[in-house]
């Protein structure tokens, strides 16, 4: 197991541009969660999926914002016509589903609007 | 909304010093976890505390759950350099954690 995987590691993009992010968790995990972090911040929950459902979204994430996690697998996180305000670091984790284990964490994703 | 407050925000030490930082809320939490987080990588879990007045141990890292459960302290015996991170707590209720902003530890050689 490779733990989770978040692709890619660093994005530029221009505003007004899309971006999609990907995410692999743990294979065996059931639960995926988006944070995002910007600078001198704790991570903020976005959004969490329990296998394929999207059960809670938080009013962080706009409509702009779309995730999807289909077949309860990977998930895919996009921004669309990107902001100046949407540059920070995504990241994604997963757990077994038991509330009292802690989450395991992606590197992240590095977006810079510009 | 719950809420964790940590302190202190930043924390410069050296070599071979103790240290202790906190984690507060007005809110209880089901569990408590601390994580350390490098430059430009993701959180990396340390320990989970789920039991008002909990200790645990990790090598030199002590990690005590408030009699509460809502808050909770870590202290660190004889630093080293590879300490150095972003420590963060995180309170669980149901499936969702929230985050403080975390100490930005240093330790100097």
């Known amino acids: 197991d490779t733990g989770v995987s978040q692709d890619p590691r660093h994005k530029i993009t221009k505003r007004g541009q899309n971006v999609t992010f990907r995410c692999d968790p743990i294979s065996e995990h059931n639960r995926l969660y988006w944070y995002r972090q910007t600078l001198g911040q704790g991570p903020e929950f976005l959004t969490y999926?329990?296998?394929?459902?999207?059960?809670?979204k938080s009013r962080l994430l706009s409509d702009r914002f779309s995730a999807e996690r289909p077949k309860g697998s990977f998930s895919t996180l996009e921004i669309q016509r990107t902001e100046q305000g949407d540059s920070a670091m995504y990241l994604c984790?997963?757990?077994?589903?038991?509330?009292?284990?802690?989450?395991?964490f992606g590197s992240g994703t590095r977006l810079t609007v510009v | 909304t719950q809420l964790l407050e940590q302190s202190p925000q930043f924390l410069s030490i050296q070599e071979g010093e103790n240290l202790t930082v906190y984690c507060n809320s007005s809110s209880v939490f089901s569990s408590l976890q601390w994580y350390r987080q490098e430059p430009g990588e993701g959180p990396v879990l340390l320990v989970t505390?789920?039991?008002?007045?909990e200790v645990k141990k990790l090598k030199r890292l002590t990690f005590q759950f408030g009699d509460a459960r809502k808050d909770s302290s870590l202290h660190i015996t004889a630093a080293q350099p590879g300490d150095t991170g972003l420590y963060l707590c995180?309170?669980?209720?149901?499936?969702?954690?929230?985050f403080g902003k975390g100490t930005l530890l240093t330790v100097n050689p």
């Open positions: 995180a309170g669980g209720s149901n499936y969702k954690l929230t």
């Open positions: 999926f329990q296998n394929e459902a999207q059960l809670e």
């Open positions: 984790a997963s757990s077994p589903g038991t509330q009292n284990y802690g989450y395991t």
């Open positions: 505390v789920v039991t008002g007045g």
